[in-house]
């Protein structure tokens, strides 16, 4: 039986027991009320608000410019169209790195101000500090760790991290230390996937991959790259389940050939 089918709404608690009896956890990104809503009535376990808004929302080439009040708008505008699933928001750079005052005050503004249900922070060692405090508000926390695309500049490119051993130990020291610190579960990104293997199989709360093989407890894509509308964007994780760009310029090309060669609107759509 499906955990998911059980309940009337995921949480945090949800996603243990489904992790305990290896039901796989479903994960997408979601920015605004419309496809939150689709994504939420089509039975996704947990939709992220991430700073991935910066890129596929506002055309930057990072996630590092978005501002605490835009991920809020954004947030805010998920939560009014989900019922059911779990939702998750990212805290955006400068937020809560150095400062767990700031980290907390930033988590709190999320929570309150947007109706969401948990927040992540990406970081290990690093950020513990204003995880616990986070934490011990009462807010949980989902962790990130691997390739952490708020530290782009650090790493200079997005490729494979924790492929050498150093990298590869402290990524299993960050991830005990995350579920001694109290996360709920964590996202593993672009890492190999026998190491992925390994770190799923050591800790006790969910891992979310991508691009982080199959064995972790669950998957997330972002929306635009999982439905086709980014068309530049095609790295080997990804499984593209849609090709909305064709779809949608087909579709606009239509009806601007309609209404040019007067077909639109015609006599059953007028008044």
């Given at each position: 039986?499906?955990?998911?089918?059980e309940?009337?709404?995921?949480?945090?608690?949800?996603?243990?027991?489904?992790?305990?009896?290896?039901e796989?956890?479903?994960?997408?990104t979601?920015?605004?009320?419309?496809?939150?809503?689709l994504?939420d009535?089509?039975g996704?376990?947990?939709?992220?608000?991430?700073?991935?808004?910066?890129?596929?929302?506002?055309?930057?080439e990072?996630?590092?410019?978005?501002?605490?009040?835009?991920?809020?708008?954004?947030?805010?505008s998920v939560i009014?169209?989900?019922?059911?699933?779990?939702v998750v928001?990212?805290?955006p750079?400068?937020?809560y790195?150095?400062?767990?005052?700031?980290?907390?005050?930033?988590?709190?503004?999320?929570?309150?101000?947007?109706?969401?249900?948990?927040?992540?922070?990406?970081g290990?060692e690093?950020?513990?500090?204003?995880?616990?405090?986070?934490?011990?508000?009462?807010?949980p926390?989902?962790?990130?760790l691997?390739?952490?695309p708020q530290?782009?500049?650090?790493?200079?490119?997005?490729?494979?991290?924790a492929?050498?051993?150093?990298?590869?130990?402290?990524?299993?020291s960050?991830?005990k230390?995350?579920?001694e610190?109290?996360?709920?579960?964590?996202?593993?990104?672009?890492?190999?996937?026998?190491?992925?293997?390994?770190?799923?199989?050591?800790?006790?709360?969910?891992?979310?991959?991508i691009?982080?093989?199959?064995?972790?407890?669950?998957q997330?894509?972002?929306?635009h790259?999982?439905?086709?509308?980014?068309?530049?964007?095609?790295?080997?994780?990804?499984?593209?389940?849609?090709?909305?760009h064709?779809q949608?310029?087909?579709?606009?090309?239509?009806?601007?050939?309609?209404?040019?060669?007067?077909?639109?609107?015609?006599?059953?759509?007028q008044?």
């Amino acid at each position: 039986m499906s955990v998911n089918k059980e309940v009337k709404r995921i949480t945090t608690n949800t996603l243990q027991k489904m992790k305990s009896v290896g039901e796989k956890i479903s994960m997408i990104t979601a920015y605004d009320y419309s496809f939150a809503r689709l994504f939420d009535a089509a039975g996704i376990d947990v939709i992220l608000v991430g700073d991935s808004a910066s890129n596929v929302m506002a055309g930057h080439e990072t996630t590092l410019p978005i501002t605490l009040d835009q991920m809020i708008y954004h947030a805010s505008s998920v939560i009014r169209g989900v019922e059911r699933s779990l939702v998750v928001v990212d805290l955006p750079f400068g937020t809560y790195q150095g400062n767990s005052k700031e980290a907390l005050a930033s988590a709190i503004r999320i929570m309150k101000e947007t109706g969401a249900h948990a927040v992540k922070l990406e970081g290990g060692e690093e950020i513990v500090e204003s995880i616990k405090r986070i934490l011990a508000a009462g807010i949980p926390v989902m962790g990130h760790l691997g390739l952490t695309p708020q530290s782009i500049y650090k790493f200079g490119t997005y490729t494979v991290r924790a492929k050498e051993e150093a990298e590869a130990n402290k990524l299993r020291s960050d991830a005990k230390l995350l579920q001694e610190s109290g996360c709920f579960a964590m996202v593993l990104e672009k890492i190999p996937a026998q190491l992925a293997k390994e770190v799923s199989e050591s800790i006790a709360i969910p891992t979310i991959g991508i691009g982080a093989g199959r064995h972790c407890d669950g998957q997330v894509l972002v929306m635009h790259d999982l439905l086709g509308i980014n068309t530049e964007f095609k790295p080997r994780f990804l499984r593209q389940y849609l090709n909305l760009h064709e779809q949608v310029t087909g579709a606009v090309k239509h009806y601007i050939k309609d209404v040019k060669d007067r077909d639109f609107p015609n006599e059953q759509e007028q008044y």
